[in-house]
């Protein structure tokens, strides 16, 4: 069997080509942050879960705690609004749900409330409502079922709304799925598009350190002494002669 020999050519021929992988990565790299960079950080950003809803709740008398049905232990309680509704949200090994604080009735989340809900955030008018058993790209900072309700706007957004709580999640436009795409070029993240540690991108890191590292090996292997003949070349010392 023929031994490898560990030559300068040998890895002149091996960064050729890890070179050009590593570079094209290099260009998305710069691509998708140029990209991303450039997108208004007001439509990227503004689009995100931090968006509040709430309301003063109402005076007056509440359902009483103690009243509330219990068909299973209660981990949670939190007394909130929807809209100017108080409710009384329950938490349960078994999920969340919710009671209306001034009656005790059981609410169901519904197309129509999650129409009212997600329309206090958008003005647009209302173009398509759909429920998804679990959280899709846009909402994966998310659990559980939600409503999507979309919107005919210019941005043509879609608001998120859960199926259990009926809390607003988030809501998205163009302009986030365009970042969110290349985000996903830049953190080479192509399934759940928001990790920085899986093997991919490490692989990748770890090649662009070799390739550093052997391009500085060939760079200093393709000089000769020729090269720095220069460096040694001295003046002549000039002879003077003293008067007899």
């Known amino acids: 069997m023929k031994r490898i020999r560990l030559t300068p050519l040998l890895f002149r021929r091996i960064h050729k080509w890890v070179g050009l992988i590593i570079g094209l990565q290099f260009l998305l790299w710069a691509l998708s ?35 509330l049905p219990r068909g299973e232990p209660v ?18 090994p078994k999920g969340a749900r919710l009671v209306d604080a001034t009656t005790g009735e059981h609410i169901r989340v519904d197309q129509q409330l999650a129409r009212d809900i997600a329309s206090m955030m958008n003005d647009a008018p209302v173009r398509e409502v759909s429920v998804l058993a679990k959280a899709n790209l846009e909402a ?11 919107f005919a706007d210019a941005e043509n957004s879609s608001a998120y709304v859960s199926l ?4 607003f999640l ?22 759940n598009r928001k ?25 200093f292997k393709s000089f000769s002494r020729a090269d720095f003949r220069w460096l040694r070349r001295r003046r002549k010392p000039v002879v003077t002669r003293s008067a007899a």
Do not use: C, Q
């Open 33 to 67: 942050g140029s990209v991303m960079a450039l997108l208004d950080k007001d439509k990227v950003g503004g689009h995100g879960g931090g968006m509040s809803h709430s309301h003063p709740l109402p005076p007056g008398e509440y359902f009483s705690v103690a009243a």
């Open 75 to 92: 981990e949670g309680l939190v007394l909130r609004d929807i809209g100017a509704r108080p409710v009384y949200e329950m938490h349960t």
């Open 140 to 150: 994966r900072d998310f659990e559980g079922a939600m409503w999507r309700v979309d």
């Open 164 to 167: 259990d709580t009926a809390r």
């Open 170 to 191: 988030v809501m998205r436009g163009d302009t986030w799925r365009t970042w969110d795409f290349f985000w996903m070029l830049h953190n080479m993240d192509y399934v």
């Open 195 to 219: 990790s920085f540690n899986h093997p991919l991108i490490i692989a990748i890191g770890f090649g662009a350190l070799w390739l550093s590292g052997t391009g500085f090996y060939l760079l």
